[in-house]
């Protein structure tokens, strides 16, 4: 069983930085991971994917260079750095996992099997 922790979250200033972490327990290796995002009335958005134990990175294009996903396979973590953030960037965030590395639709939601609790990131 895959059970996800997300932290990290936070209430900042337009400008500053965040950097988010997801703990995963269980199986790590060779899984496709996403962050996630929803704002208030709004869609689950895709912000960026990785390939747990591989170089395989996505971003959506409302990234717009802002975010960097990573990971530390020894910690069994993946992590989502965001910079110069904007209240744009007001919303929950999610990490997911499927139980697969296919590296495709990785903006769909509905093709990851876990999801995290959420943490909330609040920029005014």
């Known amino acids: 069983h895959v059970q996800l922790v997300e932290s990290g979250g936070d209430s900042v200033e337009a400008g500053g930085s965040l950097r988010l972490s997801c703990v995963v327990s269980g199986y790590f290796s060779k899984r496709c991971m996403a962050w996630f995002r929803q704002a208030p009335g709004k869609e689950r958005q895709g912000v960026a994917a990785?390939?747990?134990?591989?170089?395989?990175?996505y971003y959506a294009g409302s990234a717009n260079g802002r975010f960097t996903i990573s990971q530390d396979y020894a910690k069994s973590t993946i992590y989502l750095q965001i910079d110069s953030l904007k209240p744009d960037d007001t919303a929950m965030y999610y990490c997911a996992a499927r139980t697969d590395s296919d590296f495709v639709n990785l903006q769909l939601a509905r093709s990851y099997n876990y999801w995290g609790q959420g943490t909330q990131v609040t920029v005014s």
């Open positions: 990785i390939v747990t134990g591989a170089h395989n990175k």
